[in-house]
């Protein structure tokens, strides 16, 4: 997957804020997911709705966002800047979550199912390995099982192994270069 995702600021020596950096990481963590369930679909996964393609990316996203907390860690990021980056990263994701969710099932409370999922994702990926930047192998797997879960029946079955073997690894070198050039 060759993704043009923003990396870096045009004008690097401005100031940038917290929330800025996490809605441009936002976006491209959005486009990331969203790539990778073109990617499946194009190897022949089934999905039945935009409603499910969201349901996918969500799913996705929460992994990435999971994956963020994780750098900032290693970087001994500041706690509170990163705590703020996390808030305002999910914060962003949830308003794109609810616009996708309005368009395709209507109005509802969208941004707070995505957030509750979000907190269980990041709760439960917290437990797994993360060796010398990357998600091991149990990580990526759950995120398979997960992605799983909400996509159609055809060839359901082999949806773990082609997120976890093929879509995570080309997405993870493209949004780490985010992720580097703009923290």
Known sequence: MRLRVKNKWNDKNKE??????AGVIAFNLWKIA???????ENEGFQTDSQSQRVDVIAELVAFYVHVVDRLLADKNYDEDKRRQMIVSLAMGLAKTVKDNRVDFDG???????FVELLNARMSEYAGFAYIDNEPGF???RRVGEHVQAVMGEKDNKWVPDQVMDIELPDALKAFKRVVRGLI
């Open 16 to 21: 940038r804020s917290i929330e800025d950096t």
């Open 34 to 40: 969203s790539a990778n369930v073109l990617n499946l």
């Open 107 to 113: 109005e509802g409370d969208h941004s707070q199912a």
């Open 138 to 140: 149990q990580l990526r």
